[in-house]
């Protein structure tokens, strides 16, 4: 589902991680609108079960092809839920393709042996990454989605499970060389290679960095010195500045009260601090605050400043600048109460889905976005935005 959301644009994020993965590890360090009175926190044994009215703040289970089956659209289950809008779609076209990357990886990366040769040392290019496919949906996808809805329970099952993660991890190169080399050595080639003998954020305040640009980083300047929309801070201020301020406009403010209209007449009166769900990202936060209560937590008002005694995960903020978080000592989620919160999700998702069409909710954000990438290229005319 298309969220007022802007991703963070960065200069191949991924890149920098190989390589500096590479360094780092080769230290040796191993280091609803209407009114509605506040209802009291349900326990974990008091949630909705299946057959309730969402009236009485319960939901029937969906069957399939039934409640969220027929508010995504037909297609592959790896298609997209929705169509990029065209802010997204800007960003898209600002970020390098796979053969574009990969060819930035290896210039990089001969970039960084090269330098590390004229120094005296050896050093052997880091591969390009390889991602495997997903072997299921992943969220954002139409396959996701008539499975998962927003994927909030999803999350917790994912977090809560006992089978270990299995992280991608990048090859190391350098080290089976850097084994044979003195301690002293070894040190020296870590200062050639990122200009000091600690991995990144652990600088030793006693060893000032070195004078010259390390070959890591001379990699990682040549391989973004050619995107100016990448370096040109004016731009990407003024795009985070749009993009912040996009849910402000009157269009999608009078857009969002219809969506509210019509969750309340779809699934019934949903608060949050006995607050009304108001914006389109507030039905997943308050999918996310029934799992909260589900696992005994308080839903409770947050500071966005500094962390707070007790709080559990990150703070969230409601549509109408509210900050909640949950508090408290999380507890397992019953079977049977996880089922009921899937069923939940998988209704809420669907009466948000159909409500986001009956608004029109994406045709007027593409509306607002789109006026928005016009004024970005009128004001960057040499960045050849398209």
Same mark, same amino acid.
């Given at each position: 589902m298309r969220r007022s959301v802007l991703r963070a644009m960065s200069v191949s994020t991924t890149l920098a991680m190989a390589m500096m993965s590479a360094g780092c590890s080769s230290s040796g360090d191993g280091s609803s609108p209407a009114t509605q009175r506040p209802q009291p926190a349900p326990a974990a044994s008091e949630t909705p079960a299946a057959g309730e009215t969402a009236a009485s703040g319960g939901v029937a289970p969906p069957t399939a092809g039934d409640?969220?089956?027929?508010?995504?659209?037909?297609?592959?289950?790896?298609?997209?839920?929705? +169509?990029? &809008?065209?802010?997204?779609?800007? %960003?898209?076209?600002? /970020?390098?393709?796979?053969?574009?990357?990969?060819?930035?990886?290896?210039?990089?990366?001969?970039?960084?042996?090269?330098c590390m040769?004229?120094?005296?040392?050896?050093?052997?290019?880091?591969?390009?990454?390889?991602?495997?496919p997903p072997s299921e949906a992943p969220p954002g996808t139409v396959g996701y989605a008539a499975r998962y809805g927003y994927g909030v329970v999803r999350n917790y099952e994912f977090g809560s499970s006992d089978t270990p993660v299995a992280y991608p991890t990048f090859l190391d190169t350098n080290q089976a060389y850097l084994d044979t080399l003195?301690?002293?050595?070894?040190?020296?080639?870590?200062?050639?290679?990122?200009?000091?003998?600690? +991995?990144? &954020?652990?600088?030793?305040?006693? %060893?000032?960095?070195? /004078?010259e640009v390390p070959c890591g980083q001379r990699g990682l300047n040549a391989s973004s010195a050619?995107?100016?929309r990448a370096t040109n801070a004016d731009f990407r201020a003024r795009l985070f500045d749009l993009a912040g301020t996009?849910?402000?406009?009157?269009?999608?403010?009078?857009?969002?009260k219809a969506w509210s209209g019509c969750m309340f007449a779809e699934f019934g009166p949903i608060e949050i601090l006995g607050r009304p769900v108001l914006g389109v990202d507030d039905a997943a936060a308050y999918m996310e605050s029934l799992v909260w209560l589900a696992q005994g937590l308080e839903v409770l008002p947050a500071d966005l400043q500094q962390p707070q005694t007790g709080m559990v995960g990150v703070v969230r903020v409601l549509a109408d600048g509210t900050p909640f978080a949950a508090f408290g000592v999380p507890q397992k989620i019953e079977p049977e109460t996880f089922k009921r919160l899937q069923a939940t999700e998988l209704e809420l998702f669907a009466a948000d889905r159909a409500c986001q069409q009956q608004a029109g909710i994406h045709s007027v954000r593409d509306d607002v976005e789109q006026e928005a990438v016009d004024a970005l290229r009128a004001e960057f005319p040499d960045l050849e935005l398209d």
């Open positions: 409640a969220v089956g027929s508010t995504v659209p037909a297609g592959s289950e790896f298609d997209p839920l929705d +169509p990029p &809008g065209p802010l997204e779609q800007l %960003q898209a076209n600002l /970020t390098p393709t796979a053969e574009e990357a990969r060819a930035a990886h290896l210039e990089q990366e001969r970039i960084v042996a090269e040769h004229e120094s005296g040392w050896e050093y052997t290019p880091v591969p390009f990454p390889e991602v495997p003195s301690k002293a050595d070894r040190e020296a080639w870590m200062i050639a290679f990122a200009g000091s003998t600690e +991995p990144m &954020g652990r600088r030793a305040l006693s %060893q000032p960095p070195s /004078t050619g995107d100016i996009l849910d402000e406009d009157p269009r999608i403010v009078e857009a969002s």
